[in-house]
């Protein structure tokens, strides 16, 4: 079950800024590192942001995270047709031993 | 090449059991946290188990006690074994690696996913 709260859509026109945010607990965002994954339609998801911040090579620096105690939030600026996709959430819970997902947001580009 | 694939999918009957593979290429399986992460149709991720590269595994409540996580490090592959199950474990099935080998900071490598589904 879905443990960290996102909202279920977010949308925008091309180029412009959109933000996504991830609310948690203390065991989980309030603890650890948060992680974000974009997933396309039938595809496997992809880590987008790791360590609250960081891009992995080859991620647009279009896309940013940002965490504040037990929320965090993912920003796309300059936004494009290829960014419509489900956006997730993730951290580790220290009551659970294993990762919490968000509840997912669709983002989609006017 | 870093891939992960996954195969054992299929359709099985309610109280029946299934075994899911994750061959992995490029890196070493038992040097790394790997995850089982599933999808059931039309919903989220659920994280459904890890086991650590010393061996620990734990599993969601969703699946503890019926699904058991492990690794063949001969064969460079990872398993999860699926017993008892239900119509609520009808999902795609993804393996995934730890970018980083002792601390989880984000999953970097996924497989392809294979489809579980629990039909009589």
């Known amino acids: 079950q879905s443990v960290l709260t996102q909202p279920p859509s977010a949308s925008g026109t091309p180029g412009q800024r959109v933000t996504i945010s991830c609310s948690g607990s203390s065991s989980n965002i309030g603890s650890n590192t948060v992680n974000w994954y974009q997933q396309l339609p039938g595809a496997a998801p992809k880590l987008l942001i790791y360590s609250n911040n960081q891009r992995p090579s080859g991620v647009p620096d279009r896309f940013s995270g940002s965490k504040s105690g037990t929320s965090a939030s993912l920003a796309i600026s300059g936004l494009q047709s290829e960014d419509e996709a489900d956006y997730y959430c993730a951290a580790w819970d220290d009551s659970l031993n294993g990762y919490v997902f968000g509840t997912g947001t669709k983002v989609t580009v006017l | 090449e870093v891939q992960l694939v996954e195969s054992g999918g299929g359709l099985v009957q309610p109280g029946g059991s299934l075994r899911l593979s994750c061959a992995a290429s490029?890196?070493?399986?038992?040097?790394?946290?790997m995850s089982w992460v599933r999808q059931a149709p039309g919903k989220g991720l659920e994280w459904v188990s890890v086991i650590y590269s010393g061996g620990r595994t734990y599993y969601a409540d969703s699946v503890k006690g019926r699904f058991t996580i492990s690794r063949d490090n001969s064969k460079n592959t990872l398993y999860l074994q699926m017993n008892s199950l239900r119509a609520e474990d009808t999902a795609v099935y993804y393996c995934a690696r730890e970018m980083d080998s002792s601390s989880p900071i984000g999953m970097d490598v996924w497989g392809q996913g294979t489809t579980v589904t629990v039909s009589s």
């Open positions: 490029g890196f070493t399986v038992s040097s790394n946290y």
